[in-house]
């Protein structure tokens, strides 16, 4: 299987800072890589898919950027409702493995 | 509009049975992979099981190969994931997801199903 693997686990931050999520693969997976946000008793909700491509609906101030094993998820400005969990996971092997996550605190 | 609507919580003891389910709306069924998710409690998703509903293909994670069993019914567009036979270990939120066309994201996801395995 291959190993995804988060930094940081947890952060915390201010309204309007900028976040860096880091995401690297075991081994590489070209821009098969997904980033999703989750909010408390809720299912994971897809941000990015193919390591870079936003979602229709998803706000600018996000970004994803990489491609082989490392990988960045960017957010501009964070949001209130920007506090939350975020997982990568890969989709170029099976099984399709998730990331620890990171969790966006307020600071 | 997409959508994907799980089945109810469930209270299990074990060794019982289980078949939960997740019914597709809003786009062509057969057309899209649709798979299962387990989440247990304070940890991250895990990848469990995939079905390919126009010819019933599936694959599944190797740690849970011969644990569940993952099927669908087209004529009701519905996925289901079955246990022959439930442990505590099984304890979880299990989320039903549509596998997109863009590198494979899960683009849609059901509400969750929590599966409550106790003595």
Not at chain 2, 4 to 15: I, M, T, Y
Request: glycine share 8%; with cysteine.
């Amino acid at each position: 299987d291959i190993q995804m693997t988060q930094s940081p686990s947890s952060l915390s931050a201010s309204v309007g800072d900028r976040v860096i999520i880091t995401c690297r693969a075991s081994q590489s997976v070209s821009t098969y890589l997904s980033w999703y946000q989750q909010k408390r008793g809720k299912a994971p909700d897809l941000l990015i898919s193919g390591a870079s491509s936003l979602q229709i609906g998803v706000p600018s101030r996000f970004s994803g950027s990489g491609s082989g094993t490392d990988f960045t998820l960017t957010i501009s400005n964070l949001q209130p409702e920007d506090f939350a969990i975020y997982y990568c996971q890969q989709t170029y092997s099976l099984p399709r493995t998730f990331g620890q996550g990171t969790k966006v605190e307020t600071k | 509009e997409v959508q994907l609507v799980q089945s109810g919580a469930e209270v299990k003891k074990p060794g019982e049975s289980l078949k939960i389910s997740c019914k597709a709306s809003g786009y062509s069924f057969i057309d899209y992979w649709i798979g299962w998710v387990r989440q247990m409690p304070g940890k991250g998703p895990e990848w469990m099981t995939i079905i390919y509903p126009a010819d019933s293909d599936t694959r599944y994670s190797p740690s849970l190969q011969g644990q569940v069993t993952i099927s669908v019914d087209k004529s009701i567009s519905t996925a289901y994931l079955q246990w022959s036979s439930l442990r505590a270990s099984d304890t979880a939120m299990y989320y039903c997801a549509r596998q997109g066309a863009q590198k494979q994201a899960f683009d849609y996801w059901g509400q969750g199903t929590l599966v409550t395995v106790s003595s």
